[in-house]
């Protein structure tokens, strides 16, 4: 199938299984999938302006659909969604002018495939450790199966301790917290969202629950519907610097829609640690369809 706006010629079917297995792990994550999505656009051969652009628009739908499947388990913090959007939106904009500045000296490939990589095994790293720490320290004892204490819950604890007005309560995530650590965590999730695609919920879905304190059922549903606006944001942003190939962000959500109902619904059956553990191969996947991209420069068409 030819997309005219990307000038490419790709197959509908993977597009189709890529936005179907993103959709399931954004449910189930409660992040938008663009460490997976990115990566297979860019070895479909997507340049990497193109998969930042394509990638956010495609989240657009998905996201709302994970959204209000989450809120209707109630993992949803809507309040803590809008106040994250005052961070975000800035912090989209910022990251798609990076880009714009890349695409001009024409090293945007290069410069965007490294820092995702580094990103990627960053997270995977981390959240392997912290996940097993918490796992095995929780052994012998009864736990629920909502029962969710990060062994770095000593982060938010502290976090949650700072005293700079204005603090807000927050019902829903059953914390009181100051509204800057907030908005710079959001802030910050913004920046990787408009530079490397997708609702960055693979920086702000451990940011809420390491830093905030945030449960992470809670963090799961919060995050999507936090992608949900920075997405719309951010698909805004690069279509009108012609980064966005709509069509293949459509044929991509036809698999999404299903896939994220079903994440979202398997949340439900699982802890949080155990949550934040299967997460640990996806990061990798994802880095590892970079690094053969870049390395091979092979399409998968």
Same mark, same amino acid.
């Given at each position: 199938?030819?997309?005219?706006?990307?000038?490419?010629?790709?197959? @509908?079917?993977?597009?189709?299984?890529?936005?179907?297995? $993103?959709?399931?792990?954004?449910?189930?994550?409660?992040?938008?999938?663009?460490?997976?999505?990115?990566?297979?656009?860019?070895?479909?051969?997507?340049? *990497?302006?193109?998969?930042?652009?394509?990638?956010?628009?495609?989240?657009?739908? /998905?996201?709302?659909?994970?959204?209000?499947?989450?809120?209707? =388990?109630?993992?949803?913090? *809507?309040?803590?969604?809008?106040?994250?959007?005052? %961070?975000?939106?800035?912090?989209?904009?910022?990251?798609?002018?990076?880009?714009?500045?890349? /695409?001009?000296?024409?090293?945007?490939?290069?410069?965007?495939?490294?820092?995702?990589?580094?990103?990627?095994?960053?997270? &995977?790293?981390?959240?392997?450790?912290?996940?097993? /720490?918490?796992?095995?320290?929780?052994?012998?004892?009864?736990?629920?199966?909502?029962?969710?204490?990060?062994?770095?819950?000593?982060?938010? /604890?502290?976090?949650?301790?700072?005293?700079?007005?204005?603090?807000?309560?927050?019902?829903? &995530?059953?914390?009181?917290?100051?509204?800057? @650590?907030?908005?710079?965590?959001?802030?910050?999730?913004?920046?990787?969202?408009?530079?490397?695609?997708?609702?960055? %919920?693979?920086?702000?879905?451990?940011?809420?629950?390491?830093?905030?304190?945030? @449960?992470?059922?809670?963090?799961?549903?919060?995050?999507?519907?936090?992608? *949900?606006? &920075?997405?719309?944001?951010?698909?805004?942003?690069?279509?009108?610097?012609?980064?966005?190939?709509? *069509?293949?962000?459509?044929?991509?959500?036809?698999?999404?829609?299903?896939?994220?109902?079903?994440?979202?619904? =398997?949340?439900?059956?699982?802890?949080?640690?155990?949550?934040?553990?299967?997460? $640990?191969?996806?990061?990798?996947?994802?880095?590892?369809?970079?690094?053969?991209?870049?390395?091979?420069?092979?399409?998968?068409?």
């Amino acid at each position: 199938m030819d997309f005219l706006i990307s000038n490419q010629h790709i197959n @509908p079917v993977f597009l189709i299984g890529i936005g179907f297995l $993103v959709g399931v792990m954004g449910g189930f994550f409660g992040v938008g999938g663009s460490f997976l999505a990115g990566p297979g656009l860019f070895a479909l051969g997507l340049p *990497m302006n193109m998969v930042v652009g394509t990638d956010l628009a495609h989240l657009v739908g /998905k996201s709302i659909v994970a959204t209000k499947k989450h809120r209707v =388990l109630g993992n949803v913090d *809507m309040k803590l969604g809008l106040f994250m959007a005052t %961070g975000t939106l800035a912090g989209v904009e910022i990251g798609a002018q990076a880009i714009e500045y890349l /695409k001009r000296s024409a090293q945007v490939n290069q410069v965007v495939g490294v820092f995702f990589i580094l990103v990627l095994l960053s997270i &995977s790293g981390f959240m392997g450790w912290e996940s097993f /720490k918490t796992i095995r320290s929780s052994k012998g004892k009864r736990k629920s199966a909502k029962s969710d204490r990060s062994a770095l819950a000593h982060i938010g /604890k502290a976090v949650q301790r700072i005293k700079l007005r204005p603090i807000i309560d927050l019902p829903v &995530s059953g914390i009181r917290i100051s509204i800057w @650590p907030i908005i710079l965590v959001a802030f910050v999730g913004g920046i990787f969202s408009g530079f490397l695609g997708g609702g960055a %919920g693979y920086i702000r879905m451990p940011s809420l629950v390491y830093i905030l304190g945030i @449960p992470t059922h809670v963090a799961v549903g919060t995050d999507l519907f936090e992608i *949900m606006i &920075s997405a719309s944001n951010g698909t805004l942003s690069h279509a009108f610097k012609g980064n966005v190939d709509i *069509m293949i962000a459509l044929v991509m959500h036809t698999g999404a829609a299903i896939g994220a109902q079903i994440g979202a619904t =398997l949340t439900q059956h699982f802890a949080g640690p155990r949550i934040r553990l299967a997460f $640990v191969p996806l990061p990798l996947i994802g880095a590892g369809l970079i690094i053969y991209g870049l390395l091979t420069g092979t399409q998968f068409k």
